[in-house]
């Protein structure tokens, strides 16, 4: 019972920390692949798909 318990603690623990850096290394990744191509492109695109969602995991586990 108790190992579940930390189990699941520890799943929300990791994914409250590593969401927000996901977030923010995709974001990075596209605005700089944007720069670089002068407007968005495919991987960028999917950048921002990935932020977005990471953002409303995060929002999610809130």
């Given at each position: 019972?108790?190992?579940?318990?930390f189990?699941?603690?520890?799943?929300?623990?990791?994914?409250a920390?590593?969401?927000?850096?996901?977030?923010?290394?995709?974001?990075?990744?596209?605005?700089?692949?944007?720069?670089?191509?002068?407007?968005?492109?495919?991987?960028?695109?999917g950048?921002?798909?990935?932020?977005?969602?990471?953002?409303?995991?995060?929002?999610?586990?809130?």
């Open positions: 019972m108790w190992a579940l318990i189990r699941r603690l520890r799943l929300l623990v990791m994914l920390v590593l969401l927000p850096v996901i977030a923010a290394v995709s974001r990075r990744l596209a605005d700089r692949s944007e720069r670089r191509h002068a407007g968005p492109t495919l991987g960028s695109r950048l921002r798909l990935v932020e977005s969602t990471a953002h409303r995991a995060r929002s999610f586990l809130r």
